[in-house]
């Protein structure tokens, strides 16, 4: 059997939680030895056996962002030549599966990690794009053999979105973590590099600075913590120059009234990441939009516990109680995820924050648990056999 998988992102350009699944799942697959996994990703050349890499069309270079994603995914088509099956993964390489299963007639699985009705801040980003990466996303979903969604809170997003999929064909499959890759990590020279005192107690965040992400609403609900706890904030990659300059402010002013506020715009390598999270009393996720959230399961397994919002598949990872906080929300049913009492969702996320970093032995008690929930219920070998189970299911073998 020959698998080939689409994906904008693949190492060495990983910058959001869909490339880790894909990059985690392509090496499960592998390691099974029982069939050919193919990649075929966005960007400049790579030095890996069955990896095909797929520049920006020069041709292209001044059209909207959309188009030039549509050109990359017509370039990658003649390369699935022969495959048993395509997956691809998020609306960036959907077209791509899409057309190379028309014109191939192999089936196309695709893996749901977000949802452009979901987002509809990408509008911000993408202009009139953002229609045609609806219509995009729309196409192959419903032209599908099956749809994997990261979580049952996918599975009923995706439905929600699509109504005209059959049920049956939307299976849900975790996202995973590498224990291995993801273990506390005790280098206190790389927590003090960033400035950070490892001996003072400290929240941190981990994500790019996008809507669905809910930064503001934590730098306004940071202003709660006590003075003595630190913040840290590996936060980059803005969506648009507004989203930026929001956050801009609001650090601006926590800045103005606290001590302690750290942020690292740039993206880290791993093991400045986990000595980072590792030297932490809590783990921050206040999206508001989250299809499962990898990032809680990498700050869990570094013994992190996690104050994060109850929304979309994050409940499936965090318990409330067990491994962390889970703070509820009321959200706008218009797709932006947008909280119905913005300031009572700050007010509790604040809450949570403070309850967390209250009692330092408890949240260690807790950051243990979540270590062992994430290595018991989420490893990538497991997730990758539940994959080829639903490879299996559509070519009837």
Not at 356 to 378: C, H, N, P
Request: aromatic share 6%.
């Amino acid at each position: 059997m020959r698998l080939d998988i689409l994906s904008k992102e693949y190492p060495p350009t990983i910058y959001g939680g869909a490339g880790v699944h894909v990059q985690e799942l392509v090496r499960a697959l592998r390691d099974r030895g029982d069939m050919t996994v193919r990649v075929h990703a966005f960007g400049g050349p790579r030095d890996e056996a069955d990896t095909y890499s797929y520049p920006d069309l020069p041709e292209l270079a001044d059209a909207n962002a959309a188009i030039q994603t549509m050109g990359v995914d017509l370039s990658m088509v003649s390369g699935t030549a022969g495959a048993d099956l395509v997956h691809s993964h998020t609306w960036y390489a959907n077209f791509a599966g899409h057309v190379a299963s028309l014109l191939g007639g192999m089936p196309h699985v695709i893996s749901a990690h977000s949802l452009e009705p979901m987002r509809p801040w990408k509008a911000e980003q993408l202009g009139g794009g953002y229609r045609l990466s609806s219509w995009i996303e729309k196409s192959a979903y419903e032209a599908a053999a099956a749809v994997i969604a990261v979580s049952a809170g996918m599975r009923e997003d995706v439905l929600r979105s699509y109504p005209s999929i059959d049920p049956d064909k939307v299976k849900v499959v975790h996202n995973g973590i590498d224990s291995v890759l993801w273990q506390p990590n005790h280098d206190l020279d790389v927590v003090r590099k960033h400035g950070v005192d490892p001996d003072k107690r400290s929240a941190i965040f981990v994500g790019r600075i996008t809507r669905q992400k809910g930064l503001p609403y934590l730098l306004r609900a940071a202003a709660e913590l006590p003075p003595d706890v630190q913040l840290i904030l590996c936060a980059g990659a803005p969506d648009t120059k507004e989203i930026m300059a929001e956050v801009e402010g609001l650090m601006d002013n926590l800045k103005a009234t606290r001590e302690g506020v750290i942020w690292i715009p740039e993206m880290l390598p791993r093991d400045e990441v986990t000595a980072l999270l590792t030297s932490s009393t809590v783990f921050l996720c206040p999206s508001v939009y989250e299809p499962l959230g990898i990032v809680n399961l990498e700050a869990m397994a570094c013994e992190l516990p996690v104050v994060a919002t109850a929304t979309g598949g994050i409940p499936e990872v965090v318990v409330d109680g067990e491994t962390g906080w889970l703070v509820p929300i009321e959200q706008v049913q218009d797709g932006t995820g947008t909280p119905v009492d913005p300031d009572k969702f700050v007010a509790d996320l604040a809450a949570a924050m403070n309850d967390a970093v209250s009692d330092t032995d408890r949240a260690r008690a807790m950051g243990l648990a979540g270590r062992k929930r994430a290595v018991d219920s989420f490893s990538w070998a497991s997730i990758g056999d539940r994959t080829m189970e639903v490879y299996r299911e559509v070519l009837g073998a």
